[in-house]
């Protein structure tokens, strides 16, 4: 606005101030109108309102203060009002300001200035226009804007909410408050830390959250935070849930398959990609496992599609539940892998294993599902029958990539399709027969103990000094109802890898302790050695097991021998210590069996409560051909005599390996010279056979000193 187009009304009763004061007002270029009272400027205004208004206090009739209210009246607060007073008039100083005017003059006037007093006026008044224009362009900005605004102090305290919609009602409006007051603890340290950065830095910190909100809905939020001084930033709050909802939606659609709700071939080829990554990592086995329904198509085009698309529905959630984790597999390792399922298409169906264990577990659990889809699915109409072909392919075997492994398990697929339908095989013709051996033998396994299909067989150990059987080894046999006898080197790892192999093993202490408590009571008090598995001395209730067992059956504690091989001592040696002198308190003897097989120094062994020694087998069958076995042999029965153990020899299948061994002074001598491990009843008519063994000193060896 120029000085010319400012328009100043004047009123004054004095004419030579009035006079005096337009003179001097024109002069600096302003617009001026004058008034000769009160009334008078009243008039003037209501007819044409000024920029800018001069009153003298002292006007006849309506005096400066009354029309000075009644211009605020009227006006409001904006327009400026001068009052020209008297010098030291402190009185109407005062009732000038009461009365709402902007600033006052005191008389006499220094006509060389009072233009330059009205300059400044009028540039004070342009800035508070300006203000107010701006602070409408923000207040309609503000209102504009869907963003919550709030200004937030260096101490985490709301100082002023600008813009409030309603998307944000965790935030109180009114007094000063805290973040914490409306957030929780999380988010909080996210809005302290960002604008932390805002301030150092001056940049705009952009994060998002999702807020839980009191009527359970869950909202996502987008939170911008500038700096506005190095005390204050201003926070813009975006409600994004919509946006959040969306891009769930589009993921969902690109990423999942619309019918079963299962991921789609995008998604399990990206996951299949990163599994065999973490596989590579790790050096786990994965299976792809491919699922075919057959006959489906004939369904589609038979019943139609809406069937077609309910029986696949059903298909997937039958999927979904046969491949549980808590119900895949169940093995002592309580580490089960999550399976991945997705849906490629059509009829397709895949199934991702991550951390396979055993390759048999990919076939146990494509025979479960195979199971899960024979079960009738049950339409309004009729029920109908669909069978599953699934193939399997193998991490690394079959393929280093996702593309590879999927077609070989498609591969396999057709391979199950080809044998007959309602089929399962792996991209490995070999493995299937081998894996499917193993499964089974496994599913017998299970069935075995119930069925009464183990017995133990025993095998007598020869006491050198007292020349005849006085111990046994307990070993455990499985009849098996299609095979035969099947050898515990088969089925003892599979029992231990599914951790059957503790039921087992209290079979195998139970049976033993009861027949050789019935030795006792015919007068053959023969000692008995059981194996035990590592697993079993793992077993918290282990020490307490044999103890019940040996007060049930009546055997005497210190007649029973546990074996336990040096590999399962040496792998978990710290819990196995306790168990050990837990059962040495009961007088219950400890055997370390297949000495010489593991690495564990005699020095370690010293600290061990051990009472016998059994070296291994293989160092006694080369003992005669063999210089470096026995040199073996001979240094470990010395050592063990010397750390007071006794020794046990077995395996030893000719009267000059006993002979050698009775020479080196070994105590007691196991293997199929004496006798193949034999039933019970043979035994006792062994138990009183006389053996006299004449030590030998092998070739090259100097004469035995101890
Ligand atoms: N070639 C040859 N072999 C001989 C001779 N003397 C004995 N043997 C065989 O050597 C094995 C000795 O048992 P082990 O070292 O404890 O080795 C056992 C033991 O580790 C395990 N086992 C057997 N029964 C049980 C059991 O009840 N529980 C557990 N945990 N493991 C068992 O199975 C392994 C094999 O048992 P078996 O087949 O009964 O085989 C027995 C026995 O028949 C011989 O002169 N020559």
Not at 142 to 164: Q, W, Y
Not at 599 to 610: A, F
Not at 660 to 667: N, S
């Amino acid at each position: 606005m120029t000085t010319e187009s400012f328009r100043i009304l004047l009123a004054d009763d004095d004419a030579t101030v009035r006079l005096l004061m337009q003179a001097a007002l024109e002069k600096a270029g302003f617009d001026v109108t004058v008034a000769c009272d009160g009334v008078e400027a009243v008039r003037l205004f209501d007819s044409r309102p000024a920029d800018m208004v001069m009153l003298d206090v002292e006007m006849p009739g309506m005096d400066g203060y009354a029309v000075c209210s009644y211009l605020r009246e009227r006006v409001g607060d904006e327009l400026p009002i001068m009052m020209v007073t008297g010098m030291d008039d402190m009185q109407s100083i005062n009732r000038s300001f009461e009365a709402g005017a902007t600033d006052f003059i005191a008389k006499p006037i220094n006509w060389n200035l009072i233009a330059y007093r009205i300059l400044y006026l009028r540039r004070g008044y342009l800035n508070m226009l300006a203000l107010k224009v701006a602070n409408a362009r923000s207040t309609a900005i503000f209102s504009a804007i869907p963003d919550t605004m709030f200004i937030l102090n260096d101490k985490g305290k709301i100082i002023d909410i600008c813009s409030h919609p309603d998307n944000t009602p965790w935030l109180t409006a009114g007094a000063e408050s805290t973040l914490s007051q409306s957030l929780p603890e999380q988010i909080v340290s996210l809005y302290l830390g960002a604008a932390d950065r805002a301030r150092s830095h001056g940049t705009v910190e952009l994060f998002e959250y999702p807020l839980k909100l009191a009527d359970g809905k869950t909202k996502y939020y987008e939170n911008r935070i500038v700096v506005i001084d190095p005390k204050e930033t201003l926070c813009l709050v975006r409600d994004i849930t919509e946006r959040k909802d969306s891009e769930n939606k589009i993921f969902h659609l690109a990423y999942f398959d619309n019918l079963t709700g299962l991921p789609n071939r995008q998604s399990f080829m990206e996951r299949l990609e990163s599994e065999i990554k973490r596989a590579q990592f790790t050096g786990n086995k994965l299976a792809v496992l491919f699922l075919d329904l057959d006959g489906f198509k004939s369904i589609n085009d038979t019943m139609g599609h809406n069937t077609g698309d309910t029986i696949l529905q059903w298909a997937a959630e039958r999927l979904q539940s046969s491949t549980r984790p808590s119900d895949f597999v169940s093995r002592n390792n309580t580490e089960q892998p999550e399976v991945k399922l997705a849906r490629l298409g059509g009829d397709e169906f895949t199934v991702v294993i991550p951390n396979l264990p055993r390759t048999e577990d990919a076939l146990i659990l494509a025979h479960r599902i195979r199971e899960a889809m024979r079960r009738p699915f049950q339409l309004e109409s009729r029920d109908v029958v669909l069978t599953a072909s699934i193939g399997i392919a193998l991490y690394p075997d079959d393929g280093a990539d996702a593309e590879t492994l999927l077609k070989h398990a498609d591969t396999a697929m057709y391979h199950a399709k080809n044998e007959g339908r309602d089929n399962c095989q792996f991209y490995n013709v070999d493995l299937t027969f081998q894996a499917e051996k193993r499964m089974h033998l496994e599913n017998d396994l299970r069935n075995a103990l119930q069925q009464n299909e183990f017995y133990l067989v025993y095998q007598p150990q020869l006491d050198v000094a007292e020349e005849n059987f006085q111990s046994v080894e307990a070993l455990i046999r499985w009849q098996h109802p299609k095979q035969g006898l099947i050898s515990p080197l088969d089925f003892i790892p599979l029992a231990e890898e599914n951790g059957l192999i503790i039921p087992i093993g209290d079979w195998v202490l139970r049976t033993a302790c009861t027949e050789a408590a019935q030795w006792h009571q015919r007068g053959r008090p023969l000692q008995v050695a059981v194996n035990l598995s590592p697993l079993q001395i793992k077993n918290p209730d282990f020490v307490k097991n044999v103890l019940d067992i040996l007060a049930e059956t009546g055997f005497p504690p210190g007649k029973l021998v546990l074996e336990i091989t040096e590999g399962a001592l040496m792998e978990h040696s710290e819990n196995i210590l306790a168990t050990l002198l837990a059962l040495r308190e009961h007088h219950i003897q400890i055997a370390l069996d297949d000495f010489g097989t593991g690495y564990s120094s005699m020095n370690y062994l010293k600290r061990l409560p051990i009472n016998n020694i059994k070296v291994d087998q293989s160092f006694v069958r080369g003992l005669l051909d063999k210089k470096e076995n026995l040199a073996i042999v001979r240094a470990i029965i010395s050592l063990s005599k010397n750390l007071g153990f006794s020794i046990t020899a077995e395996g030893i299948e000719s009267l000059n390996q006993a002979q050698v061994l009775k020479y080196f002074g070994c105590e007691t001598l196991q293997g199929y010279y004496f006798s193949k491990p034999i039933t019970m009843q043979e035994m006792l008519a062994l138990t009183d056979k006389q053996w006299r063994i004449e030590p030998l000193r092998p070739n090259g060896v100097n004469h035995e000193s101890s």
